[in-house]
Structure formats: C-alpha cells, structure tokens
C-alpha cells in the first residue's frame, strides 16, 4: 500500500509541475489575418453597429514615432491616451485597429497596445500588409 | 322595298333595287337613277319587242344578272358576245345597248369613286360604236341611251347636292349633266321628228341617224318613232324639272325650266289613262305647277286626276302633293321645292290628313313623307310663336311618322325622312326640350348626309343639352362620336382639340384615357405632318411643345394607366432631345421596373444622367421633388459608385417616399443606404459628416436615441470641427435632443 501512495504523490507532483495555466493563443485578443487565408467578415455585435473603429496609426517620422486616429494627428502618446479614454467612457470595447508602419521600432508598438489595453479597449487587432 | 306600283317623285321609284350603297347620302339618288335607267331599258326593250315582236333570250338573260347586281359578269357576258365576228347588225346595236346600260346601272349602283369611271366606259361604248357605225340599226335608240345617262348622272348629283345642304355651287355638276342630257333629247327629238315625217311619206332617209337594217328596210315603224318621240318629250320634261330643282326657289332659271316641262308634259298628261306616260304625265305637271308658284292650276290638275279613279299608287301620290300644295310654298327646308316659309292652308292640311294614310290598303312613301312635312312645319310654326306645348305636341308626331317611315320604307326614304328630322333639330330652338338622344340622331343623320359642320354643331348642342341635365355619360358619348368624325377626317387639329376636351372634361369617364391618348395621336400627327411639309423650326418646335405637354397631362390625369410607362418613355425622350436631362431623369424614374420597356428606359435615363454630370447638375437633379424613390433606386442601382445617386436615394427613402411600406421599414432601408453612403465616402468628407448625421438621425427616428447619441459623441471625439459650422450646429441640436429623449426615459444618455 505505502508504495503506491508514493507513486500517486509522485505523479500528483508531476502533473502540478507540467500543467500551464496561460489561455491558448488563438483566443488572445489580438488575430493577425495573414495574406492567403481565407478571411470570413462576420458582422459586428449589434451594440457596436454604426460606432466607428478607431483606426490608430503608428508611423515612423524623423526618428520618432507618429500617431493619428482616424486620419487626425496626434502629437503625443498622452493626447492619444485622452482619445482613447473619451471614446472608452462613451461606448466601452470599441475595437480598435492598430497600423504600424514596418520601420516603427518594437518597443513603441508594444506602448501603443499596451495603452489601448491600459484604457480597457480589449478588441485590439494589428493590421497586417498585403504583399504583393 | 317599296310596294309594288308606288310612284315618287320622279315618276319611278328609286330605292329598293337591292344593290349595294357606296354611302347612305349616295344611296338614294343612285336608286333613283338606277330606276331611270331601268326605265330606259324599259322603253328600249319595249320598242324592241314592238319592232320584232320577241324578246331574246340573251337580254332577258343580262337583265337578270343586273337585277341581282352581278354587273362584272353582264359586262363580261356583253363584251365577249360583242367581240364575235358573226353578228348581224341589229344584233350589234343590241347587245352594244345593253352593255351601255349594264355599265350605267353598274355606275349608279356604286361608291362614288368608281362611278365616275364606269360612266366614262358606259358612254365610251356608246361612242365607240357611232364612231363605227353611224348609220347602224337603232342608232337613234343608242343616242337616246347616251342622252338617259347624263340624265341618270345630273340627278344622281342633284339629290346627292340637295341632301349635302343647298348651297348654289355644289349643283353645279348637277347642271352641266342635265344640261347635256337635255341638249342630246333636244336633237333626238328633231331627229326622230324628221324621220318619223319621212318614214310616214316614204322619202329615202337623208339623215345618218335614218336607221336602216341589213336589208334596207327602216329598223323603226313610224308607230315606234311616235312612240319613241313620247319618251324622250318625258324625259326633257324630266331633265326639265330635275334642272328647274337645282335652282334656288323663285329663281328665272327655275321658272324657265318649269316653264318648259310644263310645255312638254301638257300633251303627254293628254294621253289615254291606260298609257303607261299618263299618271307619271299629269302628276308631273301638277308639281310643276306646284313648284312654280301656281297653286291654282295645280289644284285643278290634282283635281282633274282625282276625277278619273287612277289606281291606289297614283291616288295616294295625288294626296301627297295635295299635302304639299297646302303646306303652298312654306315646305320644311329640304323638301323639294326647297321654298321659304309663307303661309300654310290649315283648313286643307286638315282635311287631308283626316284621309290619312293609307288608299285600298296601300301605303305610299311619298305620302308619308309629305305628312312628315307637315308635321315638321306645324312644329316649326308653333316653335316661332313660342307656343311649347304645341310644338312638343308636333315634335312627337313628327318623331313617330319618321321612325314609321324608317320601319316601312327603303333606305332612301329613312334617310330623306331623318334628314328632314334632323334639319328641324339642328334649327328650332325649342328641339333642346327634347330627349337628347334626339340631337344625336339628328347629328347622325347630317353626317351620314355629309354634312361635317352641321353634325358637328349637333353633336356639340347634345353634349351641351346634355351637361345641362347632369347627363355626363350622354354628353362624353357625344361630344366623343363629335371628335371621332374629325378623327375620321384626319382633321387632325380639331380632332386633337376635341378629344382633348371630351377626356379632361370628364377624366373619370372609362373612355375619357383612350380619348386623350388620340389627342397625343393628333398631335403626333401634326408634328408629322408639318416635318413632312416642311415647316418652319419655331412651329415645329411650338408643335413639340404641344405634344410634350399633353403628355405630361396624361400622366397627370392618368398616372397608372397602361400606356403611362410608354408615354413617359416618350416625353422622357423629348425632354432628352430638347435639353431638359433632369426632367427627363424625372420622367423615367417613374416607369416601372417590370415594363417591357424598362430596359430602353434605362438606356434613357443612363442618357440623362451623363447629361446631368456633363453640366453639373446630377445632385440639384436628385434633390429635386420630381426624383421618385422608385426612379432614384433604378438609379443607385445602376450607379453603385456614383455618391450624388447613393445619398439622393439615400434622402428620398429617409423622407419616407415609399408610401406602399410601413414607416419604420423604410427609416430601416434608409438607413441601410446611409450606411452603405458612409462606408464608401471618404472619413471627414462632407458627404461622410452627412451620412453619419443621417445614421444618427434614423436611429433617433426609430427610437434609440442612445444609440444616436453615441454614435455623435464619438464623431464629436475623434472629428472635433464637426464638418463644419453648419454640420456641427445640426449635430449639436440632435445630440441635445437625444439626451433630452433619455433623460426623459430614465436613461443616462451617457
């Protein structure tokens, strides 16, 4: 008896130290369509019909980075940030869009979403260039 | 038909032949000359019969054919027999006779147009063969055929010119046949008097007319030239008189005319009574009298022929022209004598219609007639002296004698009887207190007379009448058979003009969309008519312009009828033409989408649009009320990238124009299109600011102002200007609006 509650404990130590408790990555909130696959449009949450997407650009001007949403400029992360918070308060979960240009460095791709995470804008998606 | 034995007028009777009418007005004089002719062959046949005592085969023949109005295979027969070597001579003049008067009866018998040359042939036949053979057996009774049928001829024409109205210049062919005609008896008399005096004294004939058979013995006996004389002294007095009534009343000429059938009947009413020239002779002269203002003599003529017991037909021709002289010269106008009112004997009117109308059982035409007469003139009378009850009484006797002469007679009596009726109409001024179905017969009866101006005018005191009395299906019908003659006509600007006014007088009238579209008819063929001739840019253009606009009357008044899409294909083509694309957009717009001619429409509208770009003017276009919500979805349909056509659609649809739907169906296609407006309008355009607007707006109308609210907030966020001063203020009044609704519905707007 006494050694195979040794060998339950052993596997119970096993099965503890190998389990993973991160989701999956294809449920992480942002999906990248790539170039190819076949994309199924499925129609926005009715909630969410007629509130635009924010569209948020990211590129690379004179060494430093540039935003716009929706075509309009923004100078600074934190006028990007008041933008996001406003339209947050008005309709939470807006999705949001990110266009980074290629030659934007990492770690400024990684501040913009990690701020659209921040003000609780969950429906992140990057767009991703078609090549031809 | 008329019973056997009747006498009119003329001393035959003209209806009842059988042949077919060419035109009711036609019909009656053709009989009569018909019977004339009848008559001739008659006497020819007779004198033929007197001269060799049988009657062949091969008349008897053709007279059958004829009776039965096969007139073609006479003719056949008669030009195949001609064309034989083998005849003798007497056999020539025969047949050559008997095909004139085939072909003269042929001619009475038929439409106008082809009588004309059927005359011409009848006397070519006759010229032909005194041209070869002048001196021929019975070439006296040839000349005499030739003169009969000018005779035929001139008072065909004389009664067609006495019902066509009796104006001076339509007698005028009338005359120059009777003339001719008596011009020819004149010489045949001389000439059968010459040789009558030198067959009776044996002298060798010295004339070319002196008919001599093969072997050299006279064709005609004295006895057959007296006879013959007789015929043709009756038949100038005939042509005398027939000349005398194509002239106006109390005229020199008619009184010459009289004159001399008096002058030639005065002998011939001398005749035993059993000569078949006797009664015809002393009824003539009686009328002559008549005619010429002589009411005495003709008293005593009627009188001397009473006396002497004549049969039932001449007996009763007597009562009417008894009749006739008491109405003494104030006949209803179309009588015979065609006279201006006078005075009328009561005394014998009276006495005469207490006779009444029939004699041994008979009836006559002429009798019933001349009762019409009066009665119409005792109407008249008491119309003039204002006396209603009177003439209404009138009026009703005289409906009743013409729809008994209508029911007992022969188409030329229904018509001579109606006429009269329909003068009396279109004249007296009380006739409007009749039925109005009286004024349209009357109206019918002057236009089948050919007289247009008169029917008209009657058909449009009916339709008057008839408005009056609140009677608007009586007035359409009328005032419609009135344009349906100018249509017939091809008067295309009255017909055009009438049809026009019958079918917007009375929109609602079933016929009322049928005549207005022979209005556009008309004006089409106007414009046609005038490409055709040559005329001038500014009429033809203010022509276009006519058309156009009683297009577009039509689809006013009759927007849904089954012609409308062709019509608007139609006005949307000349809108096109003259340089109008946004009406003609318009226009289009309208045909429905499942016509058959939905496709052209298309191809049009795609025209006008181009147009529209090519100006600038596609947007005002749209904007304007004419642009259907049906017109502007063919439209977006078509121009799915074109965003004046998607936002036009757009608006129409949020306005609500699509009256067959519920609203808020609607408000949900508008928004659909919006929508669609959005999403492929650049973000911040101006047409962008409106969709979202519009989006904003459609989703307050269908009771989420929440959802508006939202929806401008978030505009308001990231595109802070609005769109502009003027889109913001509206964006702003609608946001207050929407946070008014939720506050009041307990929401927080926010």
Redesign the interface.
């Known amino acids: 008896m006494t050694p195979m509650i040794d060998v339950i404990f052993l596997l119970l130590i096993f099965f503890v130290c190998t389990a993973s408790f991160q989701p999956p990555e294809q449920v992480l909130p942002t999906q990248v369509s790539l170039p190819g696959a076949v994309a199924t449009e499925l129609p926005p949450p009715e909630e969410l019909l007629d509130l635009d997407e924010l569209v948020i650009g990211l590129k690379w001007s004179d060494a430093a980075p540039a935003w716009e949403i929706n075509g309009r400029r923004y100078g600074d992360l934190a006028q990007v940030r008041a933008v996001l918070e406003a339209t947050q308060e008005v309709q939470p979960g807006l999705p949001v869009i990110l266009k980074v240009e290629p030659r934007v460095p990492m770690e400024h791709v990684v501040d913009l979403y990690d701020l659209c995470r921040a003000v609780g804008l969950s429906r992140v998606q990057f767009a991703a260039r078609v090549e031809s | 038909m008329t019973p056997k034995g009747q006498q009119p007028d003329c001393r035959f009777d003209p209806i009842g032949r059988g042949q077919p009418a060419a035109s009711p007005r036609a019909a009656g004089s053709r009989r009569c000359a018909l019977a004339a002719i009848t008559l001739l062959g008659g006497a020819l046949l007779s004198l033929s019969a007197a001269a060799r005592s049988d009657d062949s085969a091969d008349e008897r023949f053709l007279a059958g054919l004829r009776d039965r109005g096969l007139y073609e295979l006479a003719e056949t027969y008669c030009s195949k027999r001609l064309a034989r070597d083998d005849l003798t001579a007497r056999r020539r003049a025969e047949l050559t006779a008997e095909y004139a008067r085939t072909l003269a009866q042929w001619a009475v018998a038929s439409p106008r147009d082809r009588r004309d040359d059927l005359f011409r042939r009848a006397t070519g036949v006759i010229e032909d063969y005194l041209h070869r053979q002048p001196d021929g057996p019975l070439s006296l009774l040839i000349r005499y055929q030739a003169a009969l049928n000018h005779l035929a001829r001139g008072e065909l024409l004389r009664r067609e010119a006495e019902i066509a109205g009796r104006a001076d210049a339509r007698f005028e062919p009338a005359r120059g046949e009777l003339r001719e005609a008596g011009r020819l008896l004149s010489d045949l008399a001389e000439s059968a008097e010459r040789l009558r005096r030198e067959v009776a004294t044996g002298a060798p004939p010295r004339s070319t007319l002196a008919p001599r058979d093969e072997v050299g013995q006279p064709s005609l006996t004295e006895r057959e030239l007296i006879a013959l004389q007789r015929n043709i002294e009756a038949e100038l007095a005939r042509t005398r008189t027939n000349q005398a009534l194509s002239y106006p009343a109390g005229s020199p000429d008619r009184a010459h005319a009289l004159n001399e059938a008096i002058g030639l009947l005065g002998p011939l009413a001398r005749l035993p009574e059993h000569h078949p020239r006797c009664w015809p002779s002393r009824l003539g002269l009686a009328r002559a009298y008549r005619l010429l203002g002589d009411a005495a003599t003709a008293r005593r003529t009627l009188d001397a022929v009473e006396q002497a017991e004549p049969p039932a037909g001449v007996g009763l021709e007597v009562r009417a022209e008894r009749l006739r002289l008491a109405l003494s010269v104030a006949g209803p106008r179309g009588a015979d004598d065609g006279a201006a009112s006078a005075s009328i004997d009561d005394a014998s009117i009276d006495r005469i219609l207490r006779e009444g109308r029939e004699l041994r059982g008979r009836t006559s035409a002429q009798l019933d007639l001349a009762w019409l007469e009066t009665f119409l003139t005792c109407w008249r009378r008491a119309a003039a002296d204002n006396n209603r009850q009177s003439a209404a009484h009138w009026r009703e006797q005289a409906t009743a004698m013409q729809q008994t002469i209508d029911q007992t007679y022969g188409p030329y009596w229904q018509h001579r009887a109606a006429l009269l009726l329909a003068e009396q109409v279109r004249d007296v001024p009380d006739a409007a207190d009749a039925d109005v179905q009286l004024l349209i017969d009357a109206a019918d009866d002057l236009y089948r007379a050919g007289r247009i101006e008169d029917a008209l005018a009657g058909y449009d005191r009916a339709a008057h009448a008839a408005a009056e009395r609140g009677d608007a299906g009586t007035a359409f019908a009328a005032a419609y058979r009135a344009a349906a003659i100018a249509h017939r006509r091809d008067d295309h600007a009255e017909a055009g003009r009438r049809f026009r006014q019958v079918s917007v007088g009375q929109p609602e009238n079933p016929r009322a969309e049928a005549a207005h579209r022979l209005a556009i008819h008309h004006a089409g063929e106007l414009i046609r008519a005038g490409s055709a001739t040559g005329t001038s840019a500014a009429m033809t253009s203010s022509l276009l312009a006519d058309y156009a606009e009683l297009l577009r009357e039509h689809l006013r008044l009759w927007p849904e009828s089954a012609e409308a899409d062709a019509l608007r294909l139609r006005l949307g083509r000349i809108e096109l033409e003259c340089g109008r694309p946004a009406e003609a957009l318009a226009v289009l717009g309208r045909i429905a989408a499942d016509s058959s001619i939905a496709k052209q429409a298309r191809g049009e509208m795609r025209r006008s649009v181009a147009g529209l770009q090519k100006s600038g003017r596609l947007a005002d276009a749209l904007a304007a009320d004419a642009a259907s919500p049906e017109m502007l979805a063919r439209l977006a349909e078509a121009y799915p990238d074109e965003g004046d056509v998607q936002e036009a659609y757009a608006l129409a649809l949020a306005s609500g124009g699509a009256s067959n739907q519920a609203p808020a169906e609607v408000l949900r296609r508008a928004l659909e299109q919006y929508?669609a407006v959005e999403a492929r309008s650049p973000?911040?355009s101006d047409r962008w600011f409106r969709a979202k607007y519009a989006?904003?707006e459609l989703?307050f109308r269908l009771g989420r102002p929440d959802?508006a609210g939202?929806?401008i907030?978030?505009?308001k966020?990231?595109?802070p200007e609005l769109g502009g001063p003027a889109m913001r203020e509206q964006f702003e009044r609608l946001l207050g609006r929407c946070e008014r609704s939720g506050e009041r519905a307990g929401t927080d707007p926010?």
């Open positions: 929508r973000e911040g989006v904003a989703h959802r939202k929806i907030r978030l505009v966020i990231v595109h926010r």
